[in-house]
């Protein structure tokens, strides 16, 4: 499996027990990630639990925010004002998960299928398997490599022989930072929304609890 991410993650715990399984992963440890936070749909979220221990599927819903979290999602203009207020399915299945303990979490219990600080330098196969080299130069031999490494995919890069995606010249940041005294807007308590001004530009807003030890220490992080 190249590629530690949640894909690649939930598929080595479905894999365990049936095959033996080898993630190499290019970051020092499971905590190195970015971003905040992820959206679970409902499909998303019946996957992970077909794949991962019903006990670990509950921890995950106890350090993530459900229910109310995402009843509805908002497109307001430049001064929040609401546009169209969109209402979620009823009955359904949704987890917003902080991005960085999700994946400590499906990481704890097969760190030791996991190889972290490897990154993948490309990969190749023939009528006995496939082998990926790793840029140490060491090797990996398997029957079956899972191209679960991300939008710019080494594994896929080795057999077309150019990168998978392109540039589209958008750039965005993300970040996060305190309420302060003012209230927000009323329908962010009930799902997030996307706001845009005159000039094209968009901002994503939502609410969230983050667990007490990613609690910020400084008014703004981005």
Known sequence: MCGAGMGGLALAHGLSGKAEVVVVEQDVAAAETGGYRISLNDEACGALADLIPGALMEEIRLVSDTGSAFEQFTIADSQLRPIVVAAEPTGQDRILAQRQVLRVLLARDISASIRFGSTVR?????????????????????????????????????????????DLGLTGIAGWAPLGTDDPPTYLRRGPALAFGADGTGVFLSIYNPPRELRPTRQLRL
């Open 122 to 166: 490309d990969v190749a196969q023939d009528d006995t398997g496939a082998a990926v080299t790793l840029s140490d130069g060491s090797v990996v031999d398997g029957d079956l490599v899972v191209a679960a490494d991300g939008a710019n995919s080494t594994v896929i890069s080795s057999f077309l022989g150019t990168s998978p995606t392109r």
